[in-house]
């Protein structure tokens, strides 16, 4: 698995084993499934890296066989990605892997080449069995309707009077969504009344289907 830097869980298990990279977080949550799937339990472990491990980190995600080279004209701004504040806050933070086999926890850190099974690279500060919610990058799906009113535009020359509000919502963590299709559809019913006049009633349920999975209207998940 190839290191990527972003901040939280993104991709989680399934999305890491698709890409063949993650933060170390998404790396852990890959680890951890396979171990539980084995039948080993194992948990997460959290704690700190020093800046010249997090360069280390950094720096794997530009191998030198991909370097560009080319004339750069008098004073541009090269980058510096080691050194760049931004990256080194995302990286700062890390997780690993701690499983027992049936001898006690050991730790398994496969963010670095030269670890060792047994080694972590940095002091646990602590442990957690499943990703925090804190730590879950969210997606919302909004459905907004449009209610206009073409009588209210009678006397003002308009196009009618327009009544916006949301009829469905979920909020999902990202990392559950990978690989599962997302379809909006609507359940329609017409109801009509009368004989001499005769006024027929639409009437439109949203729906948002996760997979095989639909939730109804104004549902937040």
Do not use: C
């Not at 950094?58 to 504040?85: E, K, T, Y």
């Not at 995302?90 to 670890?115: I, K």
């Not at 804190?134 to 020359?157: D, I, N, S």
């Not at 990202?174 to 997302?182: I, K, N, S, Y």
């Amino acid at each position: 698995m190839g290191y990527e830097s972003y901040i939280g869980s993104l991709r989680g298990a399934r999305g890491t084993l698709w890409s063949e990279a993650g933060n170390s977080l998404d790396e852990a949550s890959l680890g951890i499934a396979l171990l539980r799937g084995s039948g080993i339990p194992a948990r997460y472990a959290q704690g700190t890296l020093s800046d010249a491990q997090a360069r280390q980190l950094i720096l794997s995600m530009f191998p030198a066989s991909f370097q560009a080279v080319g004339a750069l004209p008098a004073g541009a701004v090269l980058s510096d990605p080691a050194n760049d504040p931004k990256l080194l806050a995302e990286t700062r933070p890390h997780f690993w892997v701690q499983f027992d086999a049936g001898a006690g926890f050991r730790d398994l850190d496969g963010s670095l080449a030269a670890a060792q099974l047994g080694q972590a690279l940095t002091p646990a500060a602590g442990t957690f069995n499943e990703v925090p919610d804190a730590l879950r990058h969210k997606t919302t799906v909004r459905l907004k309707r449009e209610l206009t009113t073409p009588a209210a535009g009678l006397f003002t020359g308009g196009l009618g009077a327009q009544d916006v509000a949301t009829v469905l919502e979920a909020t999902f963590s990202t990392a559950e969504l990978v690989g599962r299709p997302l379809s909006i559809g609507h359940i329609v019913t017409q109801t009509s009344l009368g004989a001499v006049f005769s006024a027929t009633t639409t009437r439109y349920a949203p729906y948002l289907a996760v997979g095989d999975v639909a939730i109804g209207p104004a549902t937040t998940g």
